[in-house]
């Protein structure tokens, strides 16, 4: 697959809003390394080989096991995973699968059980943010595979 266009290059001005959000979220509440988790997971569900493959690197930078990495894509079944951070996959899923619905209330009670409403404010941003990170990739057919992480 050929890349189509360097959005980063092309649009600089467009992606000043995406790249302030970016440096929100790094500072948020949201620790770094489910942070990227997060990223990843919504990327697996849409398909977006450069993402994954961005926040795969990114999580492991973090700190991330590789166990857990692997585990993601089945999270419920995985013992690894903290009750905290479940519901913030589940949060990531509902949000990121629209398709069927909206938000379900059990995840919504899920979530509020275990973060704060900023941190649910915070949790939906990052969701809202790699899903449009996901359709200017895909759509532009980022090259997957060159992405180095910065120094953490």
């Given at each position: 697959m050929k890349p189509r266009i360097n959005?980063?290059?092309?649009?600089?001005?467009?992606?000043?809003?995406?790249?302030?959000?970016?440096?929100?979220?790094?500072?948020?509440?949201?620790?770094?390394?489910?942070?990227?988790?997060?990223?990843?997971?919504a990327s697996q569900m849409n398909g977006c080989a450069y993402c994954i493959d961005m926040h795969w690197k990114d999580a492991r930078a973090a700190g991330e096991s590789e166990q857990r990495l692997y585990g993601l894509d089945a999270w419920r079944e995985a013992p690894y995973y903290t009750d905290k951070e479940r519901a913030a996959f589940a949060w990531t899923e509902a949000l990121t699968d629209v398709t069927n619905g909206h938000v379900p209330d059990a995840v919504y009670d899920l979530v509020r059980g275990q973060w704060s409403e900023r941190e649910i404010i915070d949790l939906t941003l990052a969701v809202a943010q790699i899903n449009a990170w996901n359709r200017i990739a895909i759509s532009m057919r980022s090259e997957a595979g060159t992405y180095r992480p910065r120094s953490q």
């Open positions: 959005y980063q290059s092309a649009g600089p001005e467009a992606l000043a809003g995406m790249y302030a959000t970016e440096k929100y979220l790094a500072k948020s509440s949201i620790p770094h390394g489910l942070l990227h988790m997060l990223k990843l997971r």
